[in-house]
């Protein structure tokens, strides 16, 4: 390869979305009823054809709703690191997020588009790691072509009110820029430098991850869980390690159960079926699969595959 | 035309001497009979009927009958297939693809989810064996405990010495098959692709003293398999043939009548 291509791969904007078949609930069962992502989708970038779900980069406006709207993670942003963001975010009173679809928008932070947030789960590990509330900036997007945001992020922070912890906070969309109130970040010197060096620094470790050809897509049998989960689960870690009682209490609150019936044949199947390795195999042959409860999205892939209706998923919220 | 790979076992030839599924095991490096698996990709039904000293005694060599309306395709879940028909008709199978929910073993009329004891005297088997979750398909190789300590060499040491797991590893390249299967995952006869693509004989057909295995296009009117197969019209039969399933693996004459 000519040095030249690999300035030009180095500058090219990588797509916007990854797509792990492996993790798609229909990819592993084909009768499986989810369409979230292509019903969501308000440009039609996502098709469901003969050989599974295609990405039309032409299409794609990169509201990225389609990454809060799937269950399992299959389809996740590239290039966002929500550590990172919080890491910026964690000195701030009052914290504002924008994105950098509308760049003369305020913020403290900035991510591709704010439809990535349309998800309860990643809005109750956000809150929950800054320990108070978060403020969108939502003032630009009904001149945005990606408005369609603002239906399911209203619905998302509705969920999130719902089964909001003592301990987390509350999400606010703010439309009016009159009650933005924004309060510009101010910092010393050293806190300046610091920001430019970290940001510098992960703009190069992106720049530098398109120069690497894109690894083999994962076997099937590869469980992942969905970047919001594991946010939540390094969050709930931190946020109650102290109070360890509570940290059980909330996991019982937020996760699903499981209930196995008499009919279950001890097959297994389920334990391939599941796309996040929530249900394990058995700790001995011919007994029932175990079940890891912080690793199950609720998606029911399982309670549909199972042709003896061995088990049911319960789904708290 | 395409190919339609197929074959005949003429069990007047066939002497049940076992020498196929010995010559799969070796080359396809499949594992040890354990948890309800046989893991035979060529097997035996053996059958003892009558009274002493009317008895008769049939062995019949099994197979994946790699059907032309395979049930086993049409029933995995994943997109694209693990389980699926490749353009010489085989039925092959993606391990990367596989999720190991066995729906294929359930569906397939030639396979059971778990075997019984009667497997073990011929009575029943199952060309789909699943590789158990989290259990290595060669522990045998990777076992310390010696049978008699400080005498006999441990499976793991035997595979150290030899520097391969299993020992006798036969390490061949193949489109979509590793040469050892991973856990967690469905494992069956793929009609020793890695050997037909080159020009070679599946193993059992190569391994058969007998020459009681017929391997070839059965689209092709001047191939032994199709001869054989109009020379012996009247025996012809496929297993569990009202199943539907338009099986590829046809047995001709009788085991132990050579009148017929």
């Known amino acids: 390869m000519l040095p030249g291509s690999h300035t030009l791969q180095a500058l090219a904007p990588k797509d916007l979305l990854k797509i792990r078949r492996g993790s798609c609930v229909r990819h592993r069962f084909a009768k499986s009823s989810c369409r979230q992502?292509?019903?969501?989708?308000?440009?039609?970038?996502?098709?469901?054809?003969?050989?599974?779900?295609?990405?039309?980069?032409?299409?794609?406006?990169?509201?990225?709703?389609?990454?809060a709207s799937c269950p399992a993670g299959a389809l996740q942003g590239s290039e966002i690191s929500f550590v990172a963001l919080l890491q910026e975010l964690t000195?701030?009173?009052?914290?504002?997020?924008?994105?950098?679809?509308?760049?003369?928008?305020?913020?403290?932070?900035?991510?591709?588009?704010?439809?990535?947030?349309?998800?309860?789960?990643?809005?109750?590990?956000?809150?929950?790691?800054?320990?108070?509330?978060?403020?969108?900036?939502?003032t630009a997007c009904t001149e945005c072509q990606n408005a369609a945001i603002i239906v399911p992020l209203e619905k998302a922070v509705q969920q999130h009110g719902n089964r909001q912890s003592a301990t987390a906070g509350t999400v606010e969309l703010i439309f009016d820029t009159a009650a933005l109130d924004f309060v510009e970040r101010s910092c010393s010197r050293r806190e300046f430098f610091n920001l430019l060096h970290n940001r510098s620094k992960r703009a190069g470790v992106c720049v530098a991850d398109r120069l690497k050809t894109d690894p083999q897509q994962a076997a099937y049998g590869t469980k992942q869980l969905p970047p919001s989960r594991q946010l939540l689960l390094q969050v709930l870690q931190q946020v109650l390690q102290q109070t360890p009682d509570n940290l059980e209490q909330s996991k019982n609150h937020l996760f699903p159960r499981r209930i196995t019936r008499a009919d279950c044949r001890t097959c297994t199947g389920c334990v391939g079926i599941c796309p996040t390795g929530a249900l394990l195999p058995p700790t001995e042959a011919g007994a029932i699969p175990n079940f890891s409860a912080e690793r199950c999205i609720g998606c029911r892939l399982c309670q549909d595959f199972c042709m003896q209706s061995g088990l049911e998923i319960i789904v708290t919220d | 035309m395409s190919k339609k790979y197929g074959m005949v076992i003429d069990l007047h030839q066939c002497v049940g001497c076992g020498a196929c599924a010995l010559g799969c095991k070796n080359e396809n490096n499949t594992g040890d009979r354990a948890d309800g698996q046989s893991h035979n990709w060529a097997d035996f039904v053996m059958q003892t009927t009558g009274v002493f000293p009317q008895t008769r005694y049939t062995q019949m060599p099994v197979l994946c009958n790699h059907c032309s309306d395979a049930p086993c395709v049409m029933a995995c879940p994943v997109t694209p297939k693990a389980m699926f028909k490749a353009d010489d008709n085989t039925?092959?199978?993606?391990?990367?693809?596989c999720i190991g929910c066995r729906l294929c073993q359930d569906a397939c009329p030639y396979s059971q989810l778990i075997l019984d004891e009667t497997?073990?005297?011929?009575?029943?088997?199952?060309?789909?064996?699943?590789?158990?979750?989290?259990?290595?398909?060669?522990?045998?190789?990777?076992?310390?405990?010696?049978?008699?300590?400080?005498?006999?060499?441990?499976?793991?040491?035997?595979?150290?010495?030899?520097?391969?797991?299993?020992?006798?590893?036969?390490?061949?390249?193949?489109?979509?098959?590793?040469?050892?299967?991973?856990?967690?995952?469905?494992?069956?006869?793929?009609?020793?692709?890695?050997?037909?693509?080159?020009?070679?004989?599946?193993?059992?057909?190569?391994?058969?003293?007998?020459?009681?295995?017929?391997?070839?296009?059965?689209?092709?009117?001047?191939?032994?398999?199709?001869?054989?197969?109009?020379?012996?019209?009247?025996?012809?039969?496929?297993?569990?043939?009202?199943?539907?399933?338009?099986?590829?693996?046809?047995?001709?004459?009788?085991?132990?009548?050579p009148t017929k």
Not at chain 1, 101 to 111: K, W
Not at chain 2, 91 to 97: E, P, Y
Request: glycine share 6%; with cysteine.
């Open chain 1, 37 to 67: 992502c292509f019903e969501i989708c308000p440009s039609k970038a996502l098709e469901w054809r003969d050989d599974g779900l295609n990405w039309d980069l032409n299409r794609c406006q990169g509201c990225l709703l389609c990454t």
């Open chain 1, 91 to 138: 000195a701030i009173e009052q914290p504002i997020l924008a994105c950098s679809s509308m760049p003369e928008t305020v913020g403290h932070a900035r991510l591709p588009c704010l439809g990535i947030l349309a998800d309860p789960e990643l809005l109750l590990a956000v809150t929950l790691a800054l320990g108070r509330s978060i403020r969108l900036n939502l």
């Open chain 2, 119 to 257: 497997s073990n005297q011929g009575k029943n088997y199952s060309v789909i064996s699943f590789n158990l979750h989290g259990k290595s398909t060669t522990a045998r190789w990777q076992d310390k405990s010696e049978l008699i300590p400080g005498c006999t060499a441990s499976g793991a040491q035997v595979a150290a010495k030899v520097g391969s797991v299993p020992p006798d590893l036969n390490n061949y390249q193949s489109g979509d098959y590793q040469p050892v299967r991973a856990a967690g995952v469905v494992e069956k006869c793929i009609l020793c692709q890695h050997r037909t693509t080159a020009g070679l004989l599946p193993a059992c057909v190569e391994a058969c003293p007998a020459d009681a295995r017929i391997f070839g296009d059965l689209n092709d009117p001047a191939s032994a398999i199709s001869k054989a197969l109009k020379a012996n019209s009247k025996s012809v039969q496929r297993l569990k043939e009202d199943e539907g399933t338009e099986p590829n693996i046809y047995y001709v004459r009788s085991y132990n009548d």
């Open chain 2, 91 to 97: 039925t092959l199978h993606n391990q990367d693809r």
